[in-house]
C-alpha cells in the first residue's frame, strides 16, 4: 500500500472529521450537549474547513493511501490554545447554546497532538505508529519541540502506543469530565 503523509486541505473536512470523530467521540457529544453522532461530524466538519481554531486544516496532518485518507492528526502550539479555542467555543455558544468552560488541555513549551484519528478500516496495519513517528520526527526532530498529548486513563492500547513509541508520563489533567495522563516526547540531551 503506498502512503503519503501531508498537510491537510479545507476541502477535505469531511473524510477528516469522520476519522477526528473516532478520537473523540465523547469530547465532541460533551461540546454541543447531545448524542447526535452526525450532528457531531458535522460540526467538526465545519471547525475543520474553517482557519484559525484548534480543529481548523491548517494543524491537520493526514495519511494518504491510495488516494483515500485513512488517518488525521490534529496539532498545534499550546502556547496558541486560547486564540485556537476561542472560535470553537463561540461556535458552541452560537449553535448549540452551551457555554463551557475546559480545563487547558495544553500549555506553553509544547506542541500539542489534539487528537489522532484512524480508518476502522487501516486499524492494526500500523497508521497510528506511522503518523506518531512522523509527528516525532516533524516536531522533536527537526523543530526541536517538545511533543505532548493526553491519553484517556480507560484507553490502555492508546497508552502502550505512546509509551512504545518513546512519550513519558508527565501528569495528570481532566478533560471536558474525562481523566487523562498527559504524555510528551521530548528531545534526549546529550550525555556530557
Same mark, same amino acid.
Given at each position: 500500500?503506498?502512503?503519503?503523509i501531508r498537510k491537510a486541505a479545507s476541502a477535505e473536512s469531511d473524510?477528516?472529521?469522520?476519522?477526528?470523530?473516532?478520537?473523540?467521540?465523547?469530547?465532541?457529544?460533551?461540546?454541543?450537549?447531545?448524542?447526535?453522532?452526525?450532528?457531531?461530524?458535522?460540526?467538526?466538519?465545519?471547525?475543520?474547513?474553517?482557519?484559525? !481554531?484548534?480543529?481548523?486544516?491548517? !494543524?491537520?496532518?493526514?495519511?494518504?493511501?491510495?488516494?483515500?485518507?485513512?488517518?488525521?492528526?490534529?496539532?498545534?502550539?499550546?502556547?496558541?490554545?486560547?486564540?485556537?479555542?476561542?472560535?470553537?467555543?463561540?461556535?458552541?455558544?452560537?449553535?448549540?447554546?452551551?457555554?463551557?468552560?475546559?480545563?487547558?488541555?495544553?500549555?506553553?513549551?509544547?506542541?500539542?497532538?489534539?487528537?489522532?484519528?484512524?480508518?476502522?478500516?487501516?486499524?492494526?496495519?500500523?497508521?497510528?505508529?506511522?503518523?506518531?513517528?512522523?509527528?516525532?520526527?516533524?516536531?522533536?526532530?527537526?523543530?526541536?519541540?517538545?511533543?505532548?498529548?493526553?491519553?484517556?486513563?480507560n484507553n490502555p492500547g492508546a497508552k502502550r502506543l505512546y509509551l512504545?513509541?518513546?512519550?513519558?508520563?508527565?501528569?495528570?489533567?481532566?478533560?471536558?469530565?474525562?481523566?487523562?495522563?498527559?504524555?510528551?516526547?521530548?528531545?534526549?540531551?546529550?550525555?556530557?
Amino acid at each position: 500500500m503506498n502512503t503519503v503523509i501531508r498537510k491537510a486541505a479545507s476541502a477535505e473536512s469531511d473524510s477528516i472529521a469522520s476519522l477526528i470523530f473516532l478520537a473523540m467521540e465523547d469530547i465532541v457529544y460533551y461540546f454541543i450537549g447531545e448524542g447526535s453522532r452526525d450532528n457531531a461530524i458535522q460540526f467538526l466538519s465545519s471547525l475543520i474547513r474553517e482557519t484559525n !481554531n484548534q480543529y481548523s486544516f491548517e !494543524n491537520c496532518w493526514v495519511i494518504e493511501a491510495d488516494n483515500k485518507i485513512v488517518a488525521a492528526a490534529l496539532v498545534y502550539n499550546g502556547a496558541d490554545l486560547d486564540a485556537l479555542r476561542k472560535p470553537v467555543l463561540e461556535k458552541i455558544k452560537l449553535e448549540y447554546n452551551r457555554d463551557l468552560n475546559l480545563e487547558n488541555e495544553t500549555e506553553p513549551g509544547e506542541y500539542y497532538i489534539d487528537c489522532i484519528g484512524v480508518d476502522p478500516a487501516h486499524q492494526g496495519k500500523g497508521m497510528g505508529s506511522k503518523i506518531i513517528a512522523f509527528l516525532i520526527e516533524e516536531f522533536v526532530g527537526k523543530q526541536n519541540e517538545t511533543l505532548g498529548l493526553l491519553v484517556d486513563k480507560n484507553n490502555p492500547g492508546a497508552k502502550r502506543l505512546y509509551l512504545k513509541s518513546g512519550f513519558a508520563i508527565v501528569g495528570e489533567k481532566k478533560l471536558a469530565g474525562k481523566e487523562m495522563e498527559h504524555l510528551q516526547f521530548r528531545k534526549q540531551l546529550p550525555l556530557t
